[in-house]
């Protein structure tokens, strides 16, 4: 749920019926300073405080956990391209949902490129990965895994971690990340071509 989202929404609604923050507060018997908690998004109201605000406002309760649009379209021509040094080229299959931190990426390394190493995110991010074509070497932390085509892997990505391509043919690969913050840090280091000794 995001929280400013939610907040924005409730306070709109608020505004629509012409209702002070008092006169919702004592309508949906919430305290006057969780109510501001929430219209603020700060606060993470439990259902039963949801609901009572949604009584309070007089719509149901889906109403106020609508986060937008249930489908998102993204057409072929609309995906981010990335092409980097190198040769390494990263394609955003995945669309921008608001308040959603996933990404479903397809790489290419060519052969002997790296794509250098990725800061540790926060507590709770993952990243899956699986190789279509190639090979693929990862680094999680001090651990060290050799992918295949149709090998797949999963870690946690609150550790520092880096893709390369040690091989003579290309890799293709696709990662499914859920960061749990923004995902713009660039990578601590890149090459365009693998470390001999990685």
């Not at 308040?99 to 002997?112: K, M, Q, T, Y």
């Not at 990578?187 to 470390?195: F, K, M, Q, T």
Request: aromatic share 6%; charged share 20%.
């Amino acid at each position: 749920m995001d929280l400013g989202e939610l907040g924005k929404r409730i306070q709109a609604l608020r505004g629509e019926r012409g209702m002070t923050l008092q006169e919702l507060a004592s309508t949906a018997s919430v305290s006057v300073s969780m109510l501001s908690s929430v219209e603020r998004g700060q606060k993470a109201p439990t259902v039963v405080v949801l609901a009572r605000i949604a009584e309070g406002l007089g719509v149901p309760l889906t109403e106020l956990l609508d986060q937008g649009p249930r489908t998102v379209l993204r057409r072929a021509a609309e995906q981010d391209v990335v092409d980097e040094p190198g040769g390494w080229r990263r394609v955003v299959l995945s669309p921008v949902v608001p308040g959603v931190n996933f990404e479903w990426i397809r790489s290419s390394l060519p052969p002997h490129c790296a794509a250098g190493e990725y800061p540790a995110y926060a507590p709770g991010s993952h990243e899956f990965v699986v190789v279509e074509s190639g090979g693929l070497r990862i680094g999680v932390g001090a651990e060290v895994y050799h992918l295949e085509a149709g090998d797949s892997l999963y870690f946690s990505a609150d550790a520092v971690h880096s893709y390369a391509n040690l091989t003579a043919e290309p890799c293709h690969y696709y990662i499914a990340a859920l960061i749990m913050r923004p995902r713009n840090a660039a990578p601590v280091r890149r090459w365009s071509a693998a470390d001999p000794g990685a």
